[in-house]
C-alpha cells in the first residue's frame, strides 16, 4: 500500500496554473470533437466550496465535468499512484487527491471534507461506479453527507452521450456529440446548525437522485 502526505495536496500556485492550462485545452477538445454542450453554467456557484454530483456513464465524464466552471475542481483518486511521482505530480495538478481504497470510507470522506472546507469545489459521482442505460441508480450517501457536514450546496448534472464516446472496457474514443444540464445547487443545511441525522442524509440523497433524474432525461433529449 502506498504512503501518502495525509494533507489535500495541491495547494500550490504552480499546480492551479497548471490545472487551468489543462482544463483548457480538454474543454477545446471536448467541445471541438465532442461537441460537447453545456446547459445550466449559470447554475453553478461563482464563490465557495460546493460538491459537483454529475451522473456518471463512462470515464470520459471526469474531462466533461471540467467544462461546468473555470474553477478548479477536485476528485478522489487512488494513492498508489502517487508512488509514481511524476505521475503523482501531474494528477495533483489536474485537482486529484489522494485516498486509500478499501480502509478508506472514512479517510475519504474526511479529505473530502477538507477540500470543502478549505474552500474548493469537489466533484462527487454519487452513483459511484460506472452505470448505463438511461436511468439513474441508487446514489450512495456520501455526496449528501459531506454537503450537509459542511455546509455547502450540491450542484446537481446530467451527461449523455459520454457512454457513446468510450464505453467500458474500451480504449477507443469515438467522436461523438456530449451533452451536460446542470442543475440548481440544493441547499444542504442542518437546521441549528448541529449535526446531521442518517434520515436527514437520507432525504437528501432522494432528493438528489429525484434531480439527477430529470437532468438526465433532458440531456439524453438534447442528444436525439
Not at 35 to 54: I, M
Not at 90 to 108: C, H, Y
Request: glycine share 10%; aromatic share 6%.
Amino acid at each position: 500500500m502506498a504512503v501518502v502526505d495525509s494533507r489535500i495536496v495541491g495547494q500550490s500556485r504552480s499546480t492551479k496554473v497548471f490545472y487551468a492550462c489543462v482544463r483548457g485545452l480538454v474543454v477545446g477538445i471536448c467541445r471541438s470533437y465532442l461537441r460537447l454542450r453545456v446547459v445550466g453554467l449559470e447554475n453553478v456557484p461563482q464563490h465557495g466550496a460546493f460538491v459537483f454530483a454529475p451522473t456518471h456513464r463512462s470515464t470520459i465524464d471526469i474531462p466533461v465535468a471540467s467544462a461546468a466552471t473555470r474553477r478548479r475542481m477536485r476528485f478522489m483518486g487512488k494513492d498508489s499512484i502517487w508512488k509514481y511521482k511524476p505521475i503523482g505530480k501531474i494528477m495533483t495538478g489536474l485537482g486529484a487527491f489522494p485516498v486509500t481504497r478499501g480502509s478508506a470510507d472514512l479517510e475519504a470522506l474526511k479529505r473530502c471534507i477538507a477540500v470543502l472546507q478549505s474552500g474548493e469545489p469537489l466533484v462527487m459521482f454519487p452513483e459511484g461506479t460506472r452505470h448505463y442505460g438511461p436511468e439513474v441508480q441508487p446514489l450512495f450517501d456520501g455526496a449528501a453527507y459531506v454537503a450537509l457536514k459542511t455546509g455547502v450546496p450540491i450542484v446537481p448534472a446530467g451527461i449523455a452521450g459520454t457512454e457513446d464516446v468510450m464505453s467500458s472496457g474500451s480504449k477507443a474514443i469515438r467522436f461523438k456529440k456530449c451533452r451536460m444540464v446542470i442543475g440548481k445547487p440544493i441547499t444542504a443545511e442542518v437546521p441549528g446548525g448541529g449535526r446531521a441525522a442518517r434520515e436527514q442524509i437520507a432525504e437528501l440523497t432522494v432528493r438528489l437522485q429525484q434531480d439527477l433524474q430529470l437532468l438526465l432525461d433532458e440531456a439524453n433529449r438534447l442528444i436525439s
